[in-house]
C-alpha cells in the first residue's frame, strides 16, 4: 500500500522537503499513507480536527503544505478553512490505492533533522502546540519504546489505541489491531471473533480503554498489557489482574512530548499506592535511561532525544515549557510536581495545583470510592468541590471537610484519551 501510495504522489510531483496536511482516522490507509510520506521525505502535518479555526488557519498558512489527503468527510472538513482551501493540490485518499504497485517501496535519503512529522494537538490543557517531529527522532523513540516495551519474546498482535506505539510496532514488524475511535460494543464482538491467530498476544492502552477491554475482551491469553495516557484507579488495574493473573502489566508515564518519561511494574504501583491510601496508582517508577530529569520543589524538567524540541510558532508556551542550559540542550516541562523516595517517582499532582488542593481530592477519593470530582477555589479562596452525584455523596463528604462547598457536576473527559478530567468543560465553561 504505501509502495502504491509513493507512486501516485511522486506523480503528483511532491518531492522531498515538501510537506502535505494529512486527515484521515485510525486505519491502515493512515499508516500506510504516513509511511508513504516520511519515506519519500516528505513532511506530514497532522491536525487535530476539533482545534478552533482561526489556530489551524493560522498553522496551515505558515507551514504552506503543497497537497492535502484526506477522504470525503476530511474535505467537508477542510473546505470549511480557508487556509486549507488555498492548498494547491487535494488528493483523495482511496484513490492512492485504486492500482498497485508491483514496485518494492524505495526510501530516500534524508538529513536526519529534516522534519518527519509536525503535530499539532491542543493537548490536555487545551492550548493547542505544534511539534516537529525528525526522522532522527522518529528512530529514537522507536529505539526506547521497543525497550520499554520489551516484547521480542511476542509473536501474536498488539491491541494498540496509540498512533506512536503503532508505528513502533510497525517499524518491529509486529501486528498491531487498531481500534475505531468509537468504542462501540460491536467492535468487541468483532475483535472476539478473530481467528485465534490474530487474536492479540498484548495490549498498549489508557485507562479508559483498559476499563472497556478488561468488560469485553473475551480472551484469556494476553501475556503483556502497557497502560499509560493519564491516572489510573487502582480499582480499574486490580480489575484487570484478576483478569489476566498471569500477564506482565507496565505502568507507563508520559506525554505527548515525551513517551515514556519513566515506568514501573503496575503490580508494584498499586501496591505502593494503597499502602498510602491512594485511591489512585500515583507510583510512577523511575525514569527510563533515555530521560534526564531535574526535580524541583514544583516543578519536573525532562531532556532526552525523544523529548520534543521547541513549539512551532508558539513564543508563550515556548518561554513557559521550554528552557536551553548552557550546553544548548533544550529541556521540557512536564506540568507535573514529582517527589521520590527509595522506590521510585511519585505522582503529586499538576503543579499549577497546590500541594494541599492535591491531597484533598486524593482524600475525597478515598472517602467516596470515585474520582469523579476536582477541587477548585472562587476568587475569595474558599474551596469548592465539584462532583458527580453530589446530592448523595454531600452528607459523607460534609462530615468529613466540612469547610468544602460540594457542587453538582457532570464530569467530563478529555475527547483524545476519555481519562483525564476536563475541568473547564466539567463546571460548564
Given at each position: 500500500?504505501?509502495a ?9 510531483g ?6 502535505v ?18 519515506s ?6 497532522l491536525?487535530e ?6 489556530r489551524?488557519?493560522?498553522v496551515i ?10 477522504g470525503t468527510?476530511?474535505k ?8 486549507v ?12 490505492y485504486?492500482?498497485s ?12 533533522d ?19 517531529r ?11 519504546l521497543?525497550k ?6 511476542l509473536q501474536?498482535?498488539d ?11 510497525l ?15 460491536k467492535?468487541?464482538?468483532?475483535l ?7 487474536k ?29 495516557g493519564?491516572l489510573?484507579?487502582?480499582a480499574?488495574?486490580?480489575e ?7 500477564s ?24 505502593l ?11 510512577l ?5 533515555a530521560?534526564?530529569?531535574d ?10 532525544v ?14 513557559k ?13 512536564m506540568?507535573?510536581r ?15 495545583q ?20 476536582f ?7 474558599d474551596?469548592?468541590l465539584?462532583c ?7 452528607p ?10 460540594v ?5 467530563v ?7 483525564r478530567?476536563?475541568?473547564l468543560?466539567s463546571?460548564?465553561?
Amino acid at each position: 500500500m504505501a509502495a502504491s501510495a509513493a507512486k501516485e504522489f511522486h506523480s503528483c510531483g511532491l518531492k522531498a522537503g515538501d510537506s502535505v496536511l494529512l486527515l484521515e482516522n485510525l486505519s491502515p490507509r493512515l499508516y500506510s499513507t504516513l509511511i508513504a510520506l516520511i519515506s519519500q521525505g516528505i513532511a506530514v502535518v497532522l491536525v487535530e480536527p476539533w482545534m478552533k479555526i482561526d489556530r489551524i488557519n493560522s498553522v496551515i498558512e505558515r507551514i504552506k503544505p503543497k497537497a492535502f489527503v484526506s477522504g470525503t468527510i476530511g474535505k467537508l472538513w477542510g473546505l470549511r478553512l480557508k487556509s486549507v482551501r488555498n492548498i494547491p493540490k487535494w488528493i483523495t485518499i482511496g484513490n492512492l490505492y485504486k492500482s498497485s504497485s508491483s514496485q518494492k517501496l524505495e526510501s530516500v535519503s534524508v538529513d536526519p533533522d529534516s522534519p518527519g512529522i509536525i503535530t499539532f494537538t491542543s493537548g490536555t490543557t487545551g492550548n493547542p502546540k505544534g511539534m516537529v517531529r525528525r526522522h532522527q527522532y522518529l528512530v529514537d523513540q522507536h529505539n526506547i519504546l521497543s525497550k520499554a516495551q520489551d516484547n521480542s519474546e511476542l509473536q501474536g498482535s498488539d491491541l494498540c489505541i496509540f498512533a506512536n506505539f503503532a508505528l513502533s510496532n510497525l517499524s518491529s514488524g509486529r501486528t498491531s489491531i487498531i481500534f475505531p475511535p468509537k468504542w462501540k460494543q460491536k467492535y468487541f464482538d468483532y475483535l472476539n471473533e478473530l481467528d485465534k491467530s490474530l487474536k492479540p498476544e498484548s495490549a498498549t492502552v489508557g485507562t479508559a480503554f483498559l476499563r472497556q477491554i478488561t468488560k469485553n475482551l473475551d480472551n484469556d491469553k494476553l501475556k503483556s498489557i502497557h497502560v499509560g495516557g493519564a491516572l489510573t484507579d487502582c480499582a480499574i488495574f486490580e480489575e484487570a489482574f484478576k483478569k489476566w493473573p498471569d500477564s506482565h502489566f507496565s505502568h507507563i508515564y508520559g506525554s505527548t512530548e515525551a513517551e515514556p518519561v519513566a515506568l514501573s511494574d503496575a503490580h508494584e504501583a498499586v501496591k505502593l499506592s494503597r499502602e498510602k491510601n491512594y485511591f489512585q496508582t500515583l507510583f510512577l517508577g523511575k525514569p527510563v535511561e533515555a530521560i534526564s530529569a531535574d526535580i524541583g520543589e514544583n516543578q519536573l524538567w525532562i531532556s532526552g532525544v525523544h523529548v520534543c524540541p521547541e513549539y512551532l510558532y508558539n513564543d508563550i508556551e515556548n518561554k513557559k515549557n521550554k528552557r536551553k542550559d548552557e550546553n544548548g540542550k533544550i529541556w521540557h516541562r512536564m506540568g507535573d510536581r514529582i517527589t521520590t523516595d527509595k522506590d521510585g517517582w511519585w505522582y503529586t499532582g499538576r503543579d499549577s495545583q497546590s500541594q494541599e488542593d492535591f491531597e484533598i481530592e486524593q482524600k475525597v477519593y478515598s472517602l467516596i470510592q470515585s474520582s469523579a470530582a476536582f477541587l477548585d477555589s472562587n476568587k475569595n479562596g474558599d474551596k469548592i468541590l465539584y462532583c458527580q452525584q453530589a446530592n448523595r455523596r454531600r452528607p459523607l463528604i460534609k462530615e468529613k471537610f466540612p469547610d468544602l462547598e460540594v457542587r453538582d457536576c457532570t464530569i467530563v473527559r478529555d475527547k483524545r484519551h476519555r481519562a483525564r478530567i476536563d475541568r473547564l468543560r466539567s463546571r460548564g465553561k
